[in-house]
């Protein structure tokens, strides 16, 4: 690992699973790996998320920060929005990519993700409207938990129990390359029912 890469971070929303859902994702990674959709360790269970947006990998100066203005910026236009909170499910195994080493994913319901793809699209507005456009990136969004790679193609695999996802916030994540290290910088609430 070189020394850019030593200081190499990722900085990303996303939504991190609740105890009782990680444990639920867990069991559906070791039902997906005995199914042989994917081999090795897999991904570990601390690190499963659902990204909303990346915004880029950055080499991290003595200073220990992001680009100027990044996370602030960030965090600025995230706590601008104001959705409800919802729920969404997680109810396949699928392989993304045709790479040789193709992530093994979680995928959501087709028809139940509409509350997903809204948060996504509202926080890309703010983004955009915060002057933080630059960094998001433009492509599909295609809502997903990694949990493997596959090196071969399968059929999606449907999940005999599909997983419930209460989504009442989401994060400002900052991952450590190569180290299966997120750092949580900043929780953005959503709005409960009344």
Known sequence: ????????????????????????????????????????????????????????????GDDGEFPRGL????????????????????????RLGRSDKAPCVLRAAALLDASLRRLHATLGEALRSGGLGRYVEERPFVPHVTVGYSQTRFDPLQLEQPIAWPVREFVLLESHIGKSLHERLAAVPLAHAR
Do not use: C, W
């Open 1 to 60: 690992m070189t020394q850019a890469e030593t200081h190499a971070r990722s900085l990303f929303f996303a939504l991190q699973p609740d105890e009782d859902v990680a444990m639920k994702l867990r069991h559906a990674a070791q039902l997906a790996k005995a199914a042989r959709r994917f081999s090795g360790q897999g991904r570990p269970a601390h690190t499963y998320h659902l990204t909303l947006y990346f915004l880029g990998r950055h080499v991290i």
């Open 71 to 94: 996370v602030s910026g960030a965090i600025a236009a995230a706590t601008s929005i104001n959705l409800p909170a919802f729920d969404f499910v997680l109810d396949r195994v699928e």
